[in-house]
């Protein structure tokens, strides 16, 4: 509690309306749930998870289930990849968690406390780069800030570390058209960091790039994760992406999708790509296939 | 539409001074990246020439055709009695307060149906169909039910802008990026904040495109009402001048017509130039 205590004074302005609204939902989420569901708390604490995804189903018609009832849970400080084919419903799951869809069926808990919309602790990068063209990259990693609060020189020199983290210091004036595909991508990821999410959603961050500049922000992401302790759940369709940052792996199924199979990766840490010639990261690899039925068993 | 026009004309001039910047030195060079500008006076010059010649060839009479010089002339006498000024305020007054009335409902009105897909279907057809009344047709009942003055023309102006305008606030709030829609959302943003930080800027480039025509349009509604019936205005005196057989006072009213358009038009671009500093 402490932790989190601390973590929210980070971001709340100390004058503000900003502030008023993130205390509410902050209370709205962490306290009443404590007393209404107390078994509920009581299995928290032994094994304590950061999120819960509690038989979570959803269709966009009732004819087409898109997501079967799955339920998983993630610690703090854990990378988990969700691997799946396209149509797996594996977006459609990050959405959920991210409270920018509504489940047919099942709940999403987040630290103990029931979640239904978007919560001011999650980080969420989209699938495509969705900057603000008019916002410079400085602008575009203080807006979530500006949301929240008034933005003054403490919230600049924040916004300004985040773009160091992310390689991006020399380009903090400059507008999006002018960035590269994968400086787009990191300016995304500083923007989902700068309000210090408990938790970091990635849909398919780096699908669009090629492939050299992919592994390079792959080994910044893990530099960045690690740095930060962060929380991160990452929706991806690369088998090798997958295996090379998350200490577990889920597979999903298509139509519905359905949690084939949990792959524990325990590969050492710090990683590098050097892993990826590994015997055991191949066999990692390959059972994931297999999962999939890529690989006849 | 035609402020895609204007807008493909700008981005073509854009495209030209772009590659055209290896060219020959000097003057050429000059005319090859800033076409426009460079070739101005030239272009200028010619025309007053010809314009010239033809009345002395011709021996126009001035009241068919006045030279460039009598029509110099006309202007600096009614510049300094202070008749122009009295009239071209007018005018002035009454474009930019239609300017301001029919923009301003155009983009409430446009924002609640690019907003709202039903309030769209419901009311589209009537919109629709009310543009199809000539605005000029019924300037003479504008004049009949609010008088010769300043309001008649304000309406009739505002009723011109406001089509052009809505359509581009629906336009412009239509195509907003989804994905950022979501960012927003996932970020928690209120309604006020949608519009402030998202949905104002992202619409500001078609806005701009739909206020450049407006503005042009805007001078045709304040001076089709002065014509119908006032008793001040540039629309008037260009009215006088055919009665009286003035035709240089036409000249003079016609050329502060023309400098208030340019005036309006590159104060909007300039303003559109500063707000999407980021396109360059």
Redesign the interface.
Known sequence: MAQKQRIYADFIPSTSSGHR?VNQ?FQRHLRPTFFQFGINRMSLQSANPLLRVEQVSHDYTPATPALAPVTFAVAEGEFVCIVGTSGSGKSTLLRII???VRPSAGEVWLDGARST??H?Q?G?V?Q?T?L?????ALDNVL??L??IGAVGPAQRSQARSLLELVGLADFADV?P?ELSGGMAQRLVLARALVRHPRLLLLDEPFGALDALTRERLNLELLRIQTGQHQTVVMVTHSINEAVFLADRVLVLGEQPGRILAEVGVDLPRPRSLALMGSERFGALATEIRRHIGLVDT | MAEGTILATIQKERDERGSNRRSASGLLRGVASYPAPVTFPFVVASILLLWEGLVRWQDYPAFILPGPLAVAGKTLTLASNGILWKHAQVTLLEIVLGLLLGVSLALILGYLLGKSQTLDRLLSPYIVASQTVPVVAIAPLLIIWFGNGLLSKVLITGIIVFFPTLVSTIVGIRGV?P??H?????????RS?LFF??EL??A?PVLFGGLKLSVILAIVGAVVGEFVGADVGLGFLINLGRGVLDTPMIFVAVLALVVIAQTLYLGISALENYY?R??K
């Open positions: 609204s939902s991210g409270g920018l919309e978007p001011p999650i969420f989209f495509k969705n603000m063209p008019w916002r410079t807006l979530p500006e949301l507008y058209a | 990026d994905d950022l979501d960012l927003m959302r996932s970020l928690r943003a209120s904040q930080k998202l800027p992202a500001l999407l980021w396109r």
